[in-house]
């Protein structure tokens, strides 16, 4: 049922606001994802941590968007999408306010922590204001261009604009200045942005949601002190195991109504395209966290040349996506989604190999690889999970694929991490995640391409 006021006489106008509400507060969530990548190398001189410490600062956020995503999305459909959008920009706000003045380390990692809550409430909901008020499916694909274009834009403006930010202003401007464009967000949303909800036969999975929590979280905590603390590794990995175990358990009983319906990873396609996406962002937000640790830690680049030098990346991926949906129709969907993100493991490969040369080619050189490959797999990726369920699981399996991304990336962070400071950091330490990352690649495209192999012959 759908609530609108129409503050704005011009539909046509009206929808032209909406959008660019929406796209104002995506672009900002992923911007500010993608420079805190950057800044961790400051922000680790500036509170003298670790690697471990600077891990929780980028997968805190990682950890709470991936494990409330799905209730984000339940929330915007039970109490208002424009309300929970508005909410989620609004603690996105004061979270990066907090980021801007924590005076620690543990009060960065929670502040971190909390804008991530704010980006599960208003992501979700954002796609879910353009499927309601963009009807013709013309419309609606082209206005989902838009939306996904902000994405990309922000892997390109990310780096570049922290770059210069850390240089001059230090590294707590990367979270003043998205501030006043959150603001702006917000106050736009209420004239803009038509109220709509769907509660019936809705609702919130507390238990799942507090099982499923509890497993990504613990079992990113036993990734990351596994060097520092073996036994601290072994109880959370047990932790993890029984929560995991809890959370199938409840779902199970749920059947048909359960936060992660399980009968979806029955099929096989829908199954290999999980695995891929979650292999691909582990791979790729590894690469994002260290590359520029490493760079700025041996002295070669400083914040704004690390930022410029991650750019093959995201150039090469928006320059691709859009050609991905085109290419997939041409040469089949398991050559685009097992080819791409074994492109993505090419690339990691070649960033590992070139580690500790005096050149930055073989880095720049990997980089663009993987952009090309995470620009070839993504889309087709998205697509083979949706195509492969009814049309009724379409909203949730389009949501499961963002939860397994955002999984892929807590855990390649937690993961990669653990091994380039095991190997004392450095050159050794890049090659030995690089090609850690690489291989998880690899299988992912292996799952990927057997398992729609599997249902292309069951078919």
Not at 378 to 396: E, Q, Y
């Amino acid at each position: 049922m759908l609530h609108s006021e129409r503050l704005v006489t011009d539909p046509r106008r009206r929808k032209g606001l909406t959008l660019l509400t929406l796209c104002l507060a995506v672009l900002v969530a992923q911007v500010d994802t993608a420079v805190v990548n950057l800044a961790t190398r400051a922000i680790g001189d500036y509170f003298h941590a670790g690697v471990g410490a600077l891990q929780w600062v980028v997968d805190s956020y990682n950890l709470t968007y991936a494990v409330l995503l799905l209730t984000g999305g339940l929330l915007a459909d039970l109490h208002g999408r424009r309300r929970i959008f508005i909410a989620g920009t609004a603690l996105f706000t004061v979270a990066s306010l907090l980021c801007a003045l924590a005076p620690s380390v543990p009060v960065l990692i929670a502040a971190r922590a909390l804008a991530g809550v704010g980006a599960a409430l208003l992501l979700p909901a954002s796609l879910a204001i353009v499927r309601v008020v963009w009807r013709d499916p013309v419309e609606r694909g082209r206005a989902l261009g838009i939306w996904a274009a902000c994405n990309g834009a922000a892997m390109a403006i990310g780096p570049t604009l922290g770059g210069v930010l850390i240089r001059h202003f230090g590294w707590r401007s990367i979270f003043f200045v998205v501030v006043p464009l959150s603001v702006a967000a917000m106050l736009l949303a209420i004239p803009a942005v038509p109220e709509s909800s769907d509660p019936r036969g809705r609702h919130v999975d507390v238990g799942a949601q507090v099982t499923g929590a509890l497993a990504l979280g613990t079992l990113a905590y036993a990734a990351i002190v596994f060097r520092d603390s073996p036994v601290a590794c072994v109880i959370a990995g047990c932790v993890a195991i029984a929560a995991l175990a809890a959370f199938v358990s409840i779902e199970r009983r749920h059947g048909a109504a359960a936060l992660v319906p399980l009968e979806l990873f029955r099929i096989g396609a829908f199954r290999g395209a999980i695995a891929a996406t979650s292999g691909m962002t582990f791979g790729m937000y590894g690469v994002l966290f260290l590359l520029p640790l490493y760079w700025q830690g041996t002295g070669r680049l400083d914040s704004t040349g690390a930022g410029l030098a991650l750019l093959p990346m995201a150039l090469v991926f928006v320059v691709v996506s859009p050609w991905s949906g085109p290419l997939s129709e041409r040469i089949g969907s398991r050559a685009t989604t097992a080819g791409g993100v074994g492109l993505i493991a090419s690339g990691l490969g070649a960033i590992g190999a070139s580690a500790g040369s005096s050149s930055l080619l073989g880095a720049e050189l990997g980089l663009a690889l993987t952009g090309l490959g995470m620009g070839i797999a993504t889309g087709p990726l998205m697509t083979v999970a949706v195509g492969a369920v009814d049309a009724a699981r379409s909203g949730t399996a389009s949501a499961l694929v963002n939860v397994a991304r955002m999984t892929g990336a807590t855990l390649g962070i937690a993961v990669l991490g653990t091994l380039f400071a095991a190997a004392h950091g450095g050159a050794a330490g890049l090659r030995a995640a690089m090609f850690a990352g690489a291989a998880v690649q690899l299988a992912g495209a292996a799952v990927s391409a057997l398992s729609m192999q599997s249902a292309r012959l069951a078919a």
